[in-house]
């Protein structure tokens, strides 16, 4: 029995490491119901390493990871399943299938018996479809689809397995800002609506600052910051972790992070706007 007042998903003095390097370096952390926390960091800083560890695909080269106060190895793989649901940086699909089907897949640690989708399966699969747009894209094949229609059926699958704990590997690529912009807001009001938490790696640190609560942002030499998103993903900070200066623009109640210019007087101001480093 896992103890309800454990978070969704916890990491225990976790390191990875690739080779002789390593990634993330004695990580302990909690991430909780209701926060949507964002991995950020340079190209192969080690996201996609750390979400598949927090994922139990992954063994850590020490520390542990926990779902629910369980730790990953002490749960069968069909309750996982129920539990967390991944949804990996590529999709490959080899044979033709509905786009319907390919998203009732995610149903199967929910199946009994035959293993034969019913009533209530269908309905999370439509569901999922309409909570992103897609349910005009129902009857088509997978393989006639766009790079970022196939993105976001992806992530309506994940979304169907009807996991608590969602973890995303770049769920933004492939799709332009409407799109990305239409998924968050998608996946903010889903966190919102129940007990649940989201993971996700991104490259875009303004629309994590937006929508994301928390963030953690790897250094890639094994060191972090994590913590409340707007704390975390600073100029500072984030200028260190990307190897190039930004500065923090901002314009009334907006704000973003872009790159610095030769010299920070230098930068456009109109009536009303600063920039803070």
Request: hydrophobic residues 50%; proline residues 4%; charged residues 20%.
């Amino acid at each position: 029995m896992s103890d309800a007042r454990a978070s969704l998903l916890a990491a225990h003095a976790l390191t990875l490491r690739a080779g002789a390097r390593t990634l993330v370096q004695a990580l302990t952390q909690r991430f909780d119901a209701g926060e949507i926390w964002c991995v950020a960091g340079a190209n192969g800083a080690g996201k996609t390493t750390l979400i598949g560890a927090l994922a139990g695909l992954r063994e850590p080269a020490a520390g542990r990871v926990e779902v629910e106060g369980i730790a990953l190895a002490q749960w069968p793989a069909v309750r996982l399943a129920q539990r967390r649901a991944l949804m990996p940086q590529d999709q490959r699909d080899a044979f033709s299938a509905s786009v319907l089907d390919t998203v009732l897949l995610n149903r199967y640690p929910h199946l009994a018996g035959w293993g034969w989708e019913g009533d209530a399966d269908r309905q999370a699969a439509h569901a999922a479809l309409a909570t992103l747009g897609l349910e005009a894209l129902a009857a088509r094949d997978v393989l006639s689809l766009s790079g970022g229609e196939r993105q976001r059926v992806a992530l309506a699958a994940a979304l169907c397995q009807g996991a608590p704990l969602l973890l995303l590997d770049e769920p933004l690529a492939h799709l332009d800002l409407h799109h990305q912009i239409a998924c968050l807001e998608a996946l903010s009001h889903w966190v919102r609506s129940e007990a649940r938490a989201i993971v996700f790696s991104c490259h875009d640190l303004n629309l994590a600052r937006r929508f994301a609560t928390h963030a953690l942002l790897l250094d890639g030499h094994g060191g972090f910051h994590a913590g409340r998103v707007r704390e975390v993903l600073t100029p500072e900070r984030a200028s260190a972790a990307f190897g190039h200066p930004l500065v923090l623009i901002r314009e009334g109640a907006h704000e973003a992070l872009v790159p610095a210019l030769a010299s920070a007087s230098s930068l456009p101001h109109s009536p009303g706007s600063n920039a803070a480093r």
